[in-house]
């Protein structure tokens, strides 16, 4: 039973002259968990950048949710987008002026039109599912990195995304804080959320992902099922990075 | 030193002008306060015109920048001048109404409307590109995490960017109305008897200084606690700075 909900084909981008993504086809599908993995300056996180338009692609087509948003040269249906896809950064990037459920609650209110008194409820939900009923009151700069992090996480959720996309999001993390995050994406992954994830664990990717893609130089080399690209690489390129990151 | 003692320190002097000093000095407060409240909303408003987005908008931006380049560049006695003399003309002309000409809103006289509006024509410029600033120093990443949950342009610097903004520039804004407070007196020039006519008005009858002297501590009671507590924001936000907040 499986729906495509991201459909992308011949994606394209291009920073002046230096080309990072040289034609990418990529369909998901709903429900589906994909990590992207991939030596730095691969693309990857250009890929996830353009998917929800924070850059805007050089060529190609972007379909989500059977709605084209990306498509001769210029974005269309921007507001259909963003309000299916939801994104997750390596710096959280919370806004520090608010506090956690402020944090959570702002677009629900200015961009779904919920009521303050409704948002704050769903926000209170959220914090409580990733673990932090405790600190809804507390203002970013009194989180750790980790708890930040899963603010994020709630706040992307709080949009009701058909789509999570997370950019290196244990990147910036003190090692210690890594699996409280990987915690909780794994329990969306489990609840049936379709989710894209550039990310350097490798036992996140092995244990969760449905597909793993390894990118390098702006294409796709090699995907399939996590066991065999990270278990029994085909393409040389993969080989390599893996024997690079891969212990023993 | 007694000579220097009667020339800027005669007691019975500032004694027998107190008040008029004063009431020239409540017209100071008044400027400077309406003044800095419009200078501070103008400003505000020329920051954002400025970083409107898209190119359709490209003309507001340039008109805005050439509007901030020309009026930091003139002297704000230039500028008192300008609207004193226009805005009476174009009056009697006929151009515009005799209530915007010659401005006697809430029974206040026309030389200080116009000290009004030639303050906040100038110093919305230089305050705007305060605001600049502190709206170029709120990361890339509040407007990336503002508009992948769907806001506007609008929303995202209304809710986002410039409340953050402004905390960073409250010094640099405190300072600047300092300078502000002190550029009221340039109003004088136009028939105001603010602290520093009021005390030329005692000078010119005693030949003695001190009604001067008087509106420089009257100014300084002003100004000096107003400096120490921009010191005392800058540390605050060093503190937090080095806390590692954003």
């Not at chain 1, 230096?18 to 599908?29: K, N, P, Q, Y």
């Not at chain 1, 996180?45 to 850059?55: A, K, Q, V």
């Not at chain 1, 673990?131 to 992090?149: F, H, I, M, N």
């Not at chain 2, 009431?23 to 103008?42: D, K, N, P, V, Y």
Request: glycine content about 10%.
């Amino acid at each position: 039973m499986s729906r495509p909900i991201i459909e992308i084909e011949g994606l394209r981008k291009s920073f002046g002259d230096l080309e990072v993504l040289s034609g990418i086809d990529l369909t998901i599908d709903a429900g589906e968990v994909v990590c992207v993995i991939g030596p730095s300056g691969s693309g990857k996180s250009t890929l996830l950048r353009c998917i929800n338009l924070l850059e805007q692609p050089t060529g190609g087509r972007i379909t989500v949710a059977d709605t084209q948003v990306f498509g001769d040269g210029k974005p269309q249906n921007l507001d259909r987008l963003r309000r299916e896809v939801g994104m997750v950064f390596q710096q959280f990037n919370l806004f520090p002026h608010l506090n956690a459920v402020e944090n959570v609650s702002l677009a629900q209110v200015r961009v779904l039109g919920r009521s303050k008194g409704e948002a704050d409820r769903k926000s209170r939900e959220l914090l409580g599912r990733v673990g932090l009923d405790e600190k809804v009151d507390e203002y970013p700069d009194r989180l750790s990195g980790g708890q930040q992090q899963r603010v994020a996480i709630a706040r992307a959720l709080a949009m009701d995304p058909e789509v999570m996309l997370f950019d290196e999001v244990t990147s910036a993390l003190d090692p210690e804080l890594v699996q409280g995050v990987l915690d909780v994406m794994r329990e969306l992954a489990d609840s049936g959320m379709t989710m894209i994830s550039v990310t350097h664990e490798m036992g996140f990717a092995r244990e969760v992902s449905d597909r793993t893609i390894f990118m390098d130089e702006g294409v796709i080399v090699e995907q399939g099922d996590p066991a065999e690209v990270l278990g029994n690489p085909k393409n040389e390129r993969t080989q390599r990075f893996l024997g690079l990151v891969l212990p023993g | 030193m007694d000579a220097f003692f009667q020339t800027y320190f005669d007691f019975q002097i500032i004694d027998e002008n107190f008040g008029y000093v004063l009431e020239g000095f409540w017209w100071t407060i008044r400027l400077s306060l309406l003044g800095g409240a419009l200078s501070l909303l103008w400003g505000l408003i020329l920051a954002v015109l400025r970083q409107l987005p898209g190119r359709a908008l490209a003309p507001v931006r340039w008109l805005t920048v050439a509007y901030i380049d020309a009026l930091r560049g003139i002297p704000l006695l230039l500028v008192i001048f300008l609207i004193y003399g226009g805005l009476g003309a174009l009056a009697s002309e006929g151009v515009i109404p005799r209530d915007l000409g010659i401005p006697r809103w809430f029974g206040l006289p026309s030389p200080f409307w116009y000290g009004i509006i030639a303050i906040t024509l100038t110093y919305g410029a230089y305050m705007a590109e305060v605001y600049r600033a502190g709206i170029e120093a709120v990361p890339s990443g509040q407007t990336e995490a503002a508009r992948s949950l769907g806001m506007s342009h609008g929303q995202s610097m209304r809710f986002i960017v410039v409340p953050q903004a402004v905390r960073k520039v409250i010094p640099p804004l405190l300072n600047d109305f300092i300078a502000l407070m002190k550029d009221t007196s340039l109003v004088s020039v136009i028939g105001l008897v603010e602290t520093v006519q009021a005390g030329r008005d005692v000078y010119s009858e005693t030949f003695n200084a001190s009604a001067l002297t008087l509106g420089a501590f009257l100014f300084l009671v002003v100004t000096i606690p107003l400096a120490r507590f921009v010191d005392w924001q800058i540390k605050k936000q060093n503190l937090k700075f080095q806390r590692g907040a954003p």
